[in-house]
């Protein structure tokens, strides 16, 4: 299973170095940062000791596409949604629906400001941290009380230590449609993968492309088969292949 903190424009270099010393602690080195600041920034590497090689390691991408390619993406959001396919859940219902697929992406948003939803819409889950009731905004900073970035890292991380512990993880080969695709292509990342097969087959153009790969991979990650479900699904791909392989210009 591999783990991906993504921090989309942090702006106090402090924050990434506290964030990599939560990831170094549950075991986890993968950073990457939507712009922001610098992750080797002096306040960010005294923010973070024995958290150096996280930092070190930590990657810097133009857009939030990029950092995601591969994951399941869980977006962070206290917002809630009225679209049932956006409904942001608590975090141990979310990870009981990510951790099978094997690579899980936790995407945080600025600290004033959180994701917004052009960022939220990349995510094929979102979760919430349930905190107890707030009170009310502060006159100064018009904003109620919320956790550190650092801290709601903290949290996401440790809640999936437990998950990918539990038997959830364990029963990953037969319960996730997404980890069944993602054998299907094990060479390249499923969203580029499928962002192909869309463009082939004409089911989409170029442009929008990875936006239709985001929506079937959130349909892929929500979806739980039964083993009847699979074993149809498992048919339907082996004879694709065989077709394929077989029918002159089949794509």
Known sequence: M???VVLVEPSLPENVGMVARAMRCFGWSDLVLVGGVDPMHPMAV????????????ARTVRDLAAALTGFVAIGTTARAYDRPDRQTTDLREVLTRAVWSGDVAWVFGPERSGLAR????????????PTGPSSSRD????????????????ICLY??????R???ATLAPETGLLSLAQQLVPDRGLAEALQDELVNRELARQSDAPSKAHSLLAMLARWTAT??????????AFQLKRRSSKTPGFS
């Not at 052009?118 to 941290?129: E, G, K, P, V």
């Not at 009380?145 to 890292?153: C, D, I």
């Not at 809640?159 to 990918?164: F, G, I, K, R, V």
């Open 118 to 129: 052009t960022h939220l819409a990349s995510c094929q889950l979102l979760a919430r941290i």
């Open 46 to 57: 005294a923010a973070g000791p024995g958290a150096e090689e996280v930092l070190q390691s």
């Open 139 to 154: 006159q100064t900073t018009g904003f109620g009380p919320s956790l550190n970035l650092a801290q709601a890292v903290a």
């Open 166 to 168: 539990d038997s959830v």
């Open 159 to 164: 809640e999936t230590s437990l998950a990918a």
């Open 2 to 4: 591999r783990v991906r």
């Open 227 to 236: 083993p009847h479900e699979l074993a149809l699904l498992r048919a339907l």
